[in-house]
Nanobody, 124 residues
Framework: QVQLVESGGGLVQAGGSLRLSCAASGRTFSSHAMGWFRQAPGKERKFVAVISWSGGRKYYADSVKGRFTISRDNAKNTVYLQMNGLKPEDTAVYYC?????????????????WGQGTQVTVSS
């Protein structure tokens, strides 16, 4: 079992930055690829980024490529999402998630564990 708790969301102006953190419980953190998804009001949950168990592989949605950076610290059981150049269309609830394998992609059904989400609001 993996329990996930996100933090770091908030209100920011367009062009600004935020850093999301996701703290995981359990001794198996390094056995899971870790991802971030987001969900805007009235829309489906969408893939943002994923990082492999070692941090050696990273994959981003086209909409955030070049602006967002995912990273992890296995010693601290934490995954991060650095978001720069934020746009109003980035406004959403951001969810941290753990995949069932050490490498994962952008599909929802690759992920078994989810956090409660943290709100990110970008004003224009």
């Amino acid at each position: 079992q993996v329990q996930l708790v996100e933090s770091g969301g908030g209100l920011v102006q367009a062009g600004g930055s935020l850093r999301l953190s996701c703290a995981a419980s359990g001794r198996t953190f390094s056995s899971h690829a870790m991802g971030w998804f987001r969900q805007a009001p009235g829309k489906e949950r969408k893939f943002v980024a994923v990082i492999s168990w070692s941090g050696g592989r990273k994959y981003y949605a086209d909409s955030v490529k070049g602006r967002f950076t995912i990273s992890r610290d296995n010693a601290k059981n934490t995954v991060y999402l650095q978001m720069n150049g934020l746009k109003p269309e980035d406004t959403a609830v951001y969810y941290c998630t753990a995949a069932r394998t050490i490498v994962a992609g952008p599909l929802l059904d690759e992920y078994d564990y989810w956090g409660q989400g943290t709100q990110v609001t970008v004003s224009s």
